[in-house]
């Protein structure tokens, strides 16, 4: 089993920045990429960046290509999402997910954290 723990999330004002991070233990030689997803009220789970868990060219949604970007403190064993230029559509609450051996499926969820962009 994956544990995921977020931190990082809070009130910005719409073109502030915040850095999300996303510390996985427990089974982590299973994991084959993070993701970081959001959900805003009333709207359906959204991908909004992945990386694989041993580095590789990340992957993003459209909404947030040149804004965001994800890297990992091996060091740390932690995934970092530093959001820029945030606007008042990234309010979401985010999350981080496993994606795992051998199903390579998202698989374990962090606990969520709360972004809020004020215009």
């Known amino acids: 089993q994956v544990q995921l723990v977020e931190s990082g999330g809070g009130l910005v004002q719409a073109g502030g920045s915040l850095r999300l991070s996303c510390a996985p233990t427990g089974r982590t030689f299973s994991i084959y990429a993070i993701g970081w997803f959001r959900q805003a009220p009333g709207k359906e789970r959204e991908l909004v960046a992945s990386?694989?868990?041993?580095?590789?060219?990340?992957n993003f949604a459209d909404s947030v290509k040149g804004r965001f970007t994800i890297s990992r403190d091996t060091a740390k064993n932690t995934i970092f999402l530093q959001m820029n230029s945030l606007k008042p559509e990234d309010t979401a609450v985010y999350y981080c997910a496993a994606n795992e051996a051998p199903n390579f499926q998202y698989k374990n969820w962090g606990q969520g954290t709360q972004v809020t962009v004020s215009s």
């Open positions: 990386i694989r868990w041993n580095g590789g060219v990340p």
